[in-house]
């Protein structure tokens, strides 16, 4: 992790962190679910995990180990992505004013981003798998 992505990941955090702190300080009955709490917690997790891993990767010269727990953690974020996601449009659909503000949007273009991202790694996989296939198949019949 360099500090771009490092940066990257505090900026939504806590962004995301101080929404929904405000929206639990200001009693926002509209936004009350079991999702804001997971989205907090796990965003809390999320600054807390990228800063520990960005300041050990200077420590570990096992560059495995770490790309194996980002992996893990890569692929909960993916699942965290859908539920904020969700929870947002949930937030939209109620019209929920006290709701509205620049952290939600901040984390709502965050997921669409991410979103947008894992489709155009599905498609490419669904394209290419068969094609990389395909190809190889061709190579050993011409043998």
């Known amino acids: 992790m360099n500090i771009l992505e490092l940066l990257f990941i505090l900026f939504i955090g806590i962004s995301t962190i101080l929404w929904i702190n405000r ?6 009955e509209c936004s009350e ?23 050990i990767s200077f420590l570990i010269n096992d560059n495995d180990v770490i790309k194996i727990i980002s992996g893990i953690v890569a692929f909960i974020n993916l699942i ?20 509205d503000t620049a ?17 155009f790694a599905i498609i490419t996989l669904v394209i290419g798998i068969p094609t990389i296939m395909m ?3 061709n190579k050993k019949t011409k043998k």
């Open 23 to 28: 929206l639990e300080k200001e009693k926002c």
């Open 33 to 55: 679910d079991l999702r804001r709490s997971q989205i907090k917690n796990w965003w809390i997790f999320m600054v807390i995990f990228s800063t520990f891993l960005y300041l």
């Open 80 to 99: 965290f992505v859908i539920i904020s996601f969700i929870y947002i449009l949930n937030l939209r659909k109620k019209k929920c004013e006290c709701s």
């Open 103 to 119: 952290g939600q949007k901040i984390l709502y273009i965050y997921d669409i981003i991410a979103l947008l991202i894992l489709g």
């Open 135 to 137: 190809l190889s198949n």
